[in-house]
Nanobody, 120 residues
Framework: VQLQAYGGGLVQAGGSLRLSCAASGRSFSSSAMGWFRQVPEKERELVAVISMSGATTYFADSVRGRFTISRDIAKNTVYLQMNSLKPEDTAVYYC??????????????WGQGTQVTVSS
C-alpha cells in the first residue's frame, strides 16, 4: 500500500481543515487506517483510527468531539475532518495503514506527512 496525505495548511484557531489520505494497492480495503501527528522533538502521537469496515473508530482524548475520521472504500481514501482547531493541533500529520492499533507498531505503511498550522 502506498499512501499520499494532503490537505494540510494554515488556518486560524477555531477553523476547520479536512485531511485526505489516498491509498494505492489492493490492501487498502483490508487495512485499518490511522492518523498520527508529530511536533518537533516530541514523539509521534495517535490522533484517530478507523477499522477496515469503517464501523469502529477511536480518537485521542485531545481531539475527541472535534475531529472525525471516515473512509471511502471506492475512492481508496481516508479523511480526517478537523473542526474547532486549536494552536496545539499544529503538527505534521501522517496517515498509516495496518491493523487496528493505538500504537505505531501496528501500522505497516505510512504516508509522507502533511503540515497543519493553527494560528492563534
Amino acid at each position: 500500500v502506498q499512501l499520499q496525505a494532503y490537505g494540510g495548511g494554515l488556518v486560524q484557531a477555531g477553523g476547520s481543515l479536512r485531511l485526505s489520505c489516498a491509498a494505492s494497492g489492493r490492501s487498502f480495503s483490508s487495512s485499518a487506517m490511522g492518523w498520527f501527528r508529530q511536533v518537533p522533538e516530541k514523539e509521534r502521537e495517535l490522533v484517530a483510527v478507523i477499522s477496515m469496515s469503517g464501523a469502529t473508530t477511536y480518537f485521542a482524548d485531545s481531539v475527541r468531539g472535534r475531529f472525525t475520521i471516515s473512509r471511502d472504500i471506492a475512492k481508496n481514501t481516508v479523511y480526517l475532518q478537523m473542526n474547532s482547531l486549536k494552536p496545539e493541533d499544529t503538527a505534521v500529520y501522517y496517515c498509516a495503514a495496518g491493523r487496528f492499533s493505538l500504537r505505531e507498531i501496528g501500522y505497516e505503511y505510512w504516508g509522507q506527512g502533511t503540515q497543519v498550522t493553527v494560528s492563534s
